[in-house]
């Protein structure tokens, strides 16, 4: 089982900083098979990346993703009030076959 | 543009079995999609339980696999959710999904299922 590390927990930034946001895996995991959500209070994730670094429809271009391997990276270039949620990035694999990071919450400085 | 809408009981009883549907709209679910299930305890993160194809075959979270059921009715254009023995521990927001290999595209809104006597 591949299991997904979110680090920080928490992330404190003011609004117009960027946001590194850090996903390890425990072990390989195809970049095609590596997606980035965002979620806010009483809604459902929204897919923010997928491919690893591909934006899904409707994304601002400040959110990019990164990485390959074991490590993978979510950085938002500007922050921006509305992107102010809790990050969680997710992989496809073998059993089981699709598992999450435990999040990284990105709160306002 | 696939929407999905979960329907169901939000509250059952410890030891009985959680049911919920997904009525998929914008899409039939004959196309294709792998059409999954995954839940969210309240404050904390996502937990994938299962999904399955339009033709009927299934993948299943191996930690929840001996509790779990999914079915698909492509007639109505929906698939269900049965989860047996809960437990205070299944109390989760429970959302329907497309589960592709590239990512968890489309997502219903959710319904909280609260498992309580």
């Known amino acids: 089982e591949i299991v997904l590390t979110q680090s920080p927990g928490t992330l404190s930034l003011s609004p117009g900083e960027r946001a590194t946001l850090s996903c390890r895996a425990s072990?390989?995991?195809?970049?095609?098979?590596l997606a980035w959500y965002q979620q806010k209070p009483g809604q459902a994730p929204r897919l923010l990346i997928y491919?690893?670094?591909s934006r899904a429809t409707g994304i601002p271009d400040r959110f990019s993703g990164s990485g390959s391997g074991t490590d993978f990276t979510l950085t938002i270039s500007r922050l921006e009030p509305e992107d102010f949620a809790v990050y969680y990035c997710q992989q496809y694999g073998s059993s089981p076959r699709w598992t999450f990071g435990q999040g990284t919450k990105v709160e306002i400085k | 543009q696939v929407q999905l809408q979960e329907s169901g009981p939000g509250l059952v009883k410890p030891s009985e079995t959680l049911s919920l549907t997904c009525a998929v709209s914008?899409?039939?679910?004959?196309?294709?999609?792998?059409w999954g299930w995954i839940r969210q305890p309240p404050g904390k993160g996502l937990e994938w339980i299962g999904s399955i194809y339009h033709s009927g075959s299934t993948y299943y979270n191996p930690s929840l696999k001996s509790r779990v059921t999914i079915s698909v009715d492509t007639s109505k254009n929906q698939f269900s959710l049965k989860l047996s023995s809960v437990t205070a521990a299944d109390t989760a927001v429970y959302y329907c999904?497309?589960?592709?290999?590239?990512?968890?595209?489309?997502w219903g809104q959710g319904t909280l299922v609260t498992v309580s006597s």
């Open positions: 491919g690893a670094s």
């Open positions: 914008g899409y039939s679910i004959s196309s294709g999609y792998y």
């Open positions: 999904a497309t589960t592709t290999v590239t990512a968890v595209d489309y």
């Open positions: 072990q390989s995991v195809s970049s095609s098979y």
